[in-house]
């Protein structure tokens, strides 16, 4: 059988991934839910047409999205994930010692489900009800308003900015971030490609900049996402990550992040610098 995904990158340009089969086809109350069978990247969640995530790469995202914001705050005892419903980020964020509580926002139950029973080698934090998890499945948007002064370390794995993941991109959501964090705290958004969303890019860097006093951009390089060359941000109000007094890592193992990686993923190319200026 010759039958092919494609998702449109941009409106001139698709990836395609050649399936073994279809598992999954749904339509929950945000968005379509899909999981097909890759022959490259093997299975695949994708939601509105969108690849969200592979079996084959999805160490890369999850690590960089969790290490990286972790491996900053010097104690991240609570931390909170906004999204992630494939389980993959909160899988990393328990792996450490420092969190004591691991809170996650969902918004799509259909979401955590499917990833479950397809993708669990991803969603086995979810599977496993670890203990250091609670889930929630609601608004993220307006879990954070009721937020004050409780998080060392929040993480927003959203999907991209349509559907129920806009409002994740606004200046209110922003203010309601900072208000969340304690007093040291910091948070991560993915932020999509430095290569076809620059606009978008330009405008969160600079909303981001102007509530928190340290805001950095870090780069990875994800296959299955557009470009391959993927952008999140971090606004921290004390803690500079490229300034972090990293440890140990060894005991936790990990596929791409390392130390080095940490520091290099912060060192930009020219056309990204010129973006956040
Ligand atoms: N790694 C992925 C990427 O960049 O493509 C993101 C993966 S994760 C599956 C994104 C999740 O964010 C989805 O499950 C979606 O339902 C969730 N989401 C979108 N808007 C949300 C909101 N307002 N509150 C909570 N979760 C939300």
């Given at each position: 059988m010759n039958l092919w995904f494609t998702e449109s990158q941009t409106k001139n340009l698709g990836l395609q991934a050649r399936i073994k089969e279809t598992l999954f086809m749904g339509k929950s109350d945000f968005q379509d839910v899909a999981v097909v069978d890759t022959h490259q990247f093997g299975r695949m969640l994708v939601l509105d047409g969108v690849f969200q995530t592979t079996i084959a790469d999805e160490f890369i995202y999850h690590e960089m999205i969790a290490h990286v914001p972790l491996f900053t705050h010097p104690n991240p005892k609570k931390v909170l994930v906004i999204g992630g419903g494939d389980g993959g980020t909160i899988r990393e964020v328990v792996r450490h010692d420092a969190v004591e509580k691991a809170e996650m926002v969902e918004i799509d139950g259909m979401v955590v489900e499917v990833c479950k029973k397809f993708l669990p080698e991803i969603s086995q934090a979810l599977i496993n009800h670890d203990p250091k998890l609670e889930l929630k499945i609601g608004d993220g948007i307006g879990h954070m308003k009721d937020a004050e002064n409780k998080y060392d370390v929040i993480i927003v794995?959203?999907?991209?900015?349509?559907?129920?993941?806009?409002?994740?991109?606004t200046p209110e959501f922003y203010q309601n971030v900072y208000k969340a964090l304690k007093e040291d705290g910091l948070f991560v958004q993915q932020t999509e490609s430095p290569f076809y969303h620059q606009e978008l890019i330009t405008y969160l860097h600079k909303e981001i900049g102007q509530l928190f006093p340290i805001t950095k951009t870090y780069l990875a390089n994800i296959?299955?996402?557009?470009?391959?060359l993927h952008c999140f941000t971090m606004g921290s109000k004390k803690y500079d990550p490229t300034a972090a007094n990293i440890g140990n890592i060894q005991p936790l193992k990990t596929r791409y992040y390392n130390k080095d990686i940490h520091k290099s993923s912060f060192v930009l190319p020219n056309f990204v610098q010129e973006l956040l200026k």
């Open positions: 794995d959203c999907s991209d900015p349509i559907g129920p993941g806009k409002g994740l991109f296959p299955t996402y557009p470009s391959g």
